[in-house]
């Protein structure tokens, strides 16, 4: 069965700092894919990046980078110089091939970034 | 092109009444997931339509609950006798093809209150 962990329930960090979201998964399958979405405090998500089992590159993007390792089964997410308007529900999701229809989300961490 | 379309954003019903939430995915796609996020929790995964086709109702309540995806039209989620415990934001989210090869696009969601 999938699972995915996000054990920081809430970060708060002050403007400018840099700030780490964890996410640990538990999967049988070889092949998957990891996703991260944002939700800010409108409601919609916004899909961030998807990461497949194959690709163990780190990706980075603007302020953002992904840290993606199968050895300890983790894909955590780093906001460089943290912005106010970086302040949402951050949520690690995880897709199996055995599963192809549905991804399992984490329970989110939300972040509190403060001026 | 639009992306994925939800109405209504905001339902409200009382209790033992009938709710329906509509979905209509991006042109071209024909997968539709439906994904219930109770308040402070996470996505959970409902259901796995495809054109005239469910394919994975595993995380549908056993009563109340039924969706469809016809050949024309939106996909429909449908609570018969809504409860209290309802109350939550209902999202969808299309691709053109099984979720391993592609992102899903997510809606932004219809957001239901049981009185």
């Known amino acids: 069965a999938q699972k995915v962990t996000q054990a920081q329930t809430e970060i708060s960090v002050v403007e400018k700092e840099d700030v780490t979201l964890d996410c640990v998964y538990e999967?049988?399958?070889?092949?998957?894919?990891l996703f991260w979405y944002k939700q800010p405090p409108s409601g919609e998500l916004v899909f961030l990046i998807r990461?497949?089992?194959?690709?163990?590159q780190n990706e980075i993007s603007g302020r953002y980078s992904w840290n993606f390792q199968k050895s300890t089964s983790s894909f955590n997410f780093t906001i460089t110089a943290s912005q106010v308007v970086d302040s949402a529900v951050y949520f690690c999701a995880l897709s199996e091939v055995t599963n192809a229809g549905k991804s399992t989300f984490g329970d989110g961490t939300t972040l509190t970034v403060k001026p | 092109n639009a992306g994925v379309m939800q109405n209504p954003r905001h339902l409200v019903r009382r209790r033992g009444q009938e709710a329906r939430l509509r979905c209509s995915p991006m042109k071209g796609h024909s997968h539709v997931y439906w994904y219930r996020q109770l308040p402070e929790e996470g996505l959970k995964f409902m259901v796995y339509l495809q054109k005239e086709n469910i394919i994975d109702e595993s995380g549908m309540p056993k009563e109340r609950f039924s969706a469809e995806f016809p050949k024309e039209g939106p996909s429909i989620l449908r609570i018969q006798q809504v409860v209290r415990g309802d109350s939550a934001a209902y999202f969808c989210?299309?691709?053109?093809?099984?979720?391993?090869?592609?992102?899903?696009?997510f809606g932004p969601g219809t957001r239901l209150t049981v009185l």
């Open positions: 989210a299309s691709s053109p093809a099984p979720l391993l090869y592609n992102e899903q696009f």
């Open positions: 990461r497949n089992s194959f690709d163990e």
């Open positions: 999967t049988r399958d070889t092949t998957y894919y």
